[in-house]
Nanobody, 122 residues
């Protein structure tokens, strides 16, 4: 089992650059690719970003490319999502997830966090 706990959400203004963090515990963190997903009100959960176990490769949904950056620290068992140039349409619950890189990019994860709300005001 891997337990994932997100932090860093809240109410932010458009254009701000908050950082989400996810702390992992349980099985070996570096065994897994890590990812971020989000779910806006009334919409399906969507893939946002993923990073391979060693941080050597990342992938993003087109709508966040150039604005969001995913990173990980295997020594601290954490994965982060640095967001910038936030827009109201980025408002969603953001979930941390662990799994395979291909699986994450296709919406599949072995483990999920409970989510953290990010609300972007215009």
């Amino acid at each position: 089992q891997v337990q994932l706990v997100e932090s860093g959400g809240g109410l932010v203004q458009a254009g701000c650059s908050p950082r989400l963090s996810c702390a992992a515990s349980g099985r070996t963190f570096s065994n897994y690719a890590m990812g971020w997903f989000r779910q806006a009100p009334g919409k399906a959960r969507e893939f946002v970003a993923a990073i391979t176990w060693d941080g050597g490769s990342t992938s993003y949904v087109d709508s966040v490319k150039g604005r969001f950056t995913i990173s990980r620290d295997n020594a601290r068992n954490t994965v982060s999502l640095q967001m910038s140039s936030l827009k109201p349409e980025d408002t969603a619950v953001y979930f941390c997830a662990a799994g395979s890189h291909v699986g994450l990019a296709n919406g599949r994860a072995a483990y999920w966090g409970q989510g953290t709300q990010v609300t972007v005001s215009s």
